[in-house]
């Protein structure tokens, strides 16, 4: 699979460039990310209470492209147990800073093509802004098999991507409906658009959390897909 392994390089190198992005873009002393976040994470709860995920003390969770934790990290303070997540992700330098701030959480380096994980292991399977990283449709195919194969039967992967074109960077491609549904074939979804184009937050959030709320709300200018995913 050779094709894998030069996209799997491809998307390192293109992390290894955005290391050198101001890093107060994503600080959540900036309010235009603060905002972001926050109402990400309520449409998140949203919709774990909705598909009724609410007892998570005893649930199984991955998260793919977990990055330095962050996510597993909020969902111990929605009652998730360290001692049942886990994440992966291709680049060292994330896992040992994920190590470092959560040595009770599992983290492995690697590659999600061939997560290391029995069939069936996990309740929730996580990615949230993967996929748009990966530009070779065989490789996002195969990462969408191996969450479908260690999902249990009742168990929900949560996607949470943009769906818009980039023009200005080719290192990234949006994913719309017709094409989750078809990486996860055979599947059932409950799909929620959400957040507002980080543009017009980072011009409007500075002035009025509430005009940014009521714009997210219109939907008209929303461009990430919150979705849930089940096994039919």
Known sequence: ?????????RIKEVYEKRKHLPSEVY??????????????????????????????SDKKILDVGCGSGGLLREFIKYGAKPENLFGI????????????????IEFRCGDASKLPFEDETFDIVMQFTVFTSILDKNMKKEIAKEM???L??????IWYDYWIKKPTNPDVRGIRKKEIKELFSNCKFDFNKITLAPPIIRLIAPYSYLL????????LFNTHYLVVIKKL
Do not use: T
């Open 27 to 56: 600080s959540f002393f900036n309010i235009s990310h603060l905002f972001i976040v926050q109402r990400r994470e309520f449409e998140l709860i949203k919709i774990l209470k909705k598909h009724n995920f609410i007892k998570l």
């Open 152 to 157: 249990k039967p009742d168990g929900i992967i």
């Open 212 to 219: 940014c709320y009521l714009l997210e709300k219109l939907k």
């Open 148 to 150: 479908l194969r260690v």
């Open 89 to 104: 992700d291709l680049l060292p330098d994330r896992i040992e800073m994920a190590k470092a701030l959560s040595p009770n």
């Open 1 to 9: 699979m050779g094709y894998i392994n030069k996209e799997v390089e």
